[in-house]
């Protein structure tokens, strides 16, 4: 079955400095990946996805991910952090093979101290 | 526009007793799920529907049920409640075309509803 790794807890960055959330996953067949932000007392809002194509996808509000295949990984990355950029951060995964369930990881906190 | 809508925002249960979280969505979406979220936990599938009248379990589906009787409704119901059913609960929404399967839509996801059994 498909699952999905966030190796660490809390992530804490300083305001403008680059930000980074990890994201490993594991597949039988091909990957389709997705990251989500969750502000507090609010759902999950969608990020970005790769399907396939480029290995660098851009998504909403400055964040991109990087699709390794050879590394398992999708680490999500936004260049200069904001501290509205405080939030919970998800990654998951669909297999191309089997029932097409998301699978979510754990969730990484990450906070932006001015 | 609405998007996916839930209620009530929070509720607290007694064991044993019963109640229905509703969820509603208005983008034309035929795909609807179930999630509870613990902490640390990530989010669980409890169930999920393809279709208006077609249902399935996801990960957890035990001390739950739904049904699909139209494309814009999909209520979650705990039958007896139990203290480890305390969780927030999410409801979302997909959009798959026909004969593609939905791996590519993103969730749209309502805003919760934090239950309490005691």
């Known amino acids: 079955a498909q699952s999905v790794a966030q190796p660490e807890d809390q992530v804490n960055v300083a305001e403008g400095n680059p930000l980074t959330v990890k994201c490993t996953y594991s597949?039988?067949?091909?990957?389709?990946l997705f990251w989500y932000v969750q502000y507090p007392n609010r759902g999950l809002q969608f990020l970005l996805k790769y399907i396939t194509g480029d290995n660098l996808v851009k998504g909403s509000y400055g964040f991109e991910a990087e699709f390794n295949k050879s590394q398992t990984s999708f680490h999500l990355k936004k260049p200069s952090a904001l501290v509205s950029d405080s939030a919970l951060y998800f990654c998951a995964v669909r297999d191309s093979r089997g029932n097409n369930r998301l699978a979510f990881g754990k969730g990484n906190q990450v906070v932006v101290i001015p | 526009n609405a998007g996916v809508t839930q209620t009530p925002k929070f509720r607290i249960l007694k064991i044993g007793q019963s109640m229905t979280l509703q969820c509603t969505q208005d983008m034309n979406h035929n795909y609807m799920y179930w999630y509870r979220q613990d902490p640390g936990m990530g989010l669980k599938l409890i169930y999920y529907?393809?279709?208006?009248?077609?249902?399935d379990k996801g990960e957890v589906p035990n001390g739950y049920n739904v049904s699909r009787s139209t494309t814009e409704d999909f209520p979650l119901r705990l039958e007896l409640a139990a203290p480890s059913q305390t969780s927030v609960y999410f409801c979302?929404?997909?959009?798959?075309?026909?004969?593609?399967?939905?791996?590519?839509?993103?969730?749209?996801f309502g805003n919760g509803t934090r239950l309490t059994v005691t």
């Open positions: 597949v039988s067949g091909n990957p389709y």
């Open positions: 529907s393809v279709g208006a009248g077609i249902t």
């Open positions: 979302a929404s997909s959009y798959s075309y026909l004969g593609e399967a939905s791996y590519n839509s993103p969730l749209h």
